[in-house]
């Protein structure tokens, strides 16, 4: 199984408390945090907590979004050593903007850049 794969099939569930924990130690809140995941997927806040209560896997988590925001490519840097519009596989290129989107808000980037607005 590659990493890619691996990543894949992890539940949401075991990154959430890491996100949750990555903001608020920077001072910034859950309901920040939800903010961002709901403009990226197109979720709302009962569809986030349902996802965690079912331990839904990336895969799942992405292929079953509402709607990846149509800003999403705006989403750029380096995360993990990877240049973010540089991912070809799909998923992984979204999960990574999850990523992006989680260290901009630990950052302290004003919402509005976050979002792309």
Known sequence: MNTNTRVFKMSFASVYPHYVQKVEKKGRTVDELHEVICWLTGYDVASILQIIEQKIDFETFFAEAPQINPNAHKITGVICGYR???IEDKLM?????????????????????????
């Open 93 to 117: 290129q979204q999960i990574r903007y999850l990523d992006k989107l989680v260290d901009e808000l630990a950052k302290g980037k004003k919402m509005d850049k976050i979002l792309r607005t």
């Open 84 to 86: 973010i519009e540089d």
